[in-house]
Nanobody, 123 residues
Framework: QVQLVESGGGLVQAGGSLRLSCVAS????????MGWFRQAPGKEREFVAA????????TYADSVKGRFTISRDTAKNTVYLQMNGLKPEDTAVYYC????????????????WGQGTQVTVSS
């Protein structure tokens, strides 16, 4: 089992920045990749970014490419999502997730999920 705890969400004006953190505990050595997803009210959960635990290879959704950066600190078992140039359409609950098998953009590939952290961007 892997437990994930997100933090760092909040209210920010458009154009501002936030950094989300996700601390993993438990059998973290079993994780292959970590991802961030988000879900806005009335919408499906969507992929944001992912990173391979060992190599640090990353992938991003087109909607956040160039504005968001995912990174990891393996010593601290922590994954970060630096969000710059925030837009009102980035408003959502952001979830951290861990995959045991692959780095993908599909939520069903991720076995472990955090409780989510709210990000609200005002215009």
């Amino acid at each position: 089992q892997v437990q994930l705890v997100e933090s760092g969400g909040g209210l920010v004006q458009a154009g501002g920045s936030l950094r989300l953190s996700c601390v993993a505990s438990g059998r973290t050595s079993s994780t292959y990749a970590m991802g961030w997803f988000r879900q806005a009210p009335g919408k499906e959960r969507e992929f944001v970014a992912a990173i391979k635990r060992s190599s640090g290879t990353t992938t991003y959704a087109d909607s956040v490419k160039g504005r968001f950066t995912i990174s990891r600190d393996t010593a601290k078992n922590t994954v970060y999502l630096q969000m710059n140039g925030l837009k009102p359409e980035d408003t959502a609950v952001y979830y951290c997730a861990a995959s045991k098998l692959a780095m993908t953009t599909m939520s069903r590939s991720y076995a472990y999920w955090g409780q989510g952290t709210q990000v609200t961007v005002s215009s």
